[in-house]
Nanobody, 112 residues
Framework: QVQLVESGGGLVQPGGSLRLSCAAS?????MGWYRRPPGKQRELVAS???????NYADSVKGRITISRDNAKNTVYLQMNNLKPEDTAVYYC?????????WGQGTQVTVSS
């Protein structure tokens, strides 16, 4: 089992920035963030492997950066130039070949 502890999130004005963090209880191959906008399905935001390979949703490229500290088993999501359409519950995800784990979710609201 892997436990995921998320932090960050909150209310921010359009154009603002937020950073989400997610600490895993042990090392795992891939970590990332998904989000569920109001009334929509959960979607990938970004992911990163232990080797540093990244994958981003087209809608966030250039505004959101994922990074990882393998020594701390922690993944970060730096979100800049936030838009109202970024409003969602953000979920940390960790996975390896056989298992898939989720955090409890943290709310991000972009509104003036």
């Amino acid at each position: 089992q892997v436990q995921l502890v998320e932090s960050g999130g909150g209310l921010v004005q359009p154009g603002g920035s937020l950073r989400l963090s997610c600490a895993a209880s042990r090392s795992i191959f891939s970590m990332g963030w998904y989000r569920r906008p109001p009334g929509k399905q959960r979607e990938l935001v970004a992911s990163i492997t232990s080797g540093g390979n990244t994958n981003y949703a087209d809608s966030v490229k250039g505004r959101i950066t994922i990074s990882r500290d393998n020594a701390k088993n922690t993944v970060y999501l730096q979100m800049n130039n936030l838009k109202p359409e970024d409003t969602a519950v953000y979920y940390c995800n960790a996975r390896n070949l056989n298992c898939n784990y989720w955090g409890q979710g943290t709310q991000v609201t972009v509104s003036s």
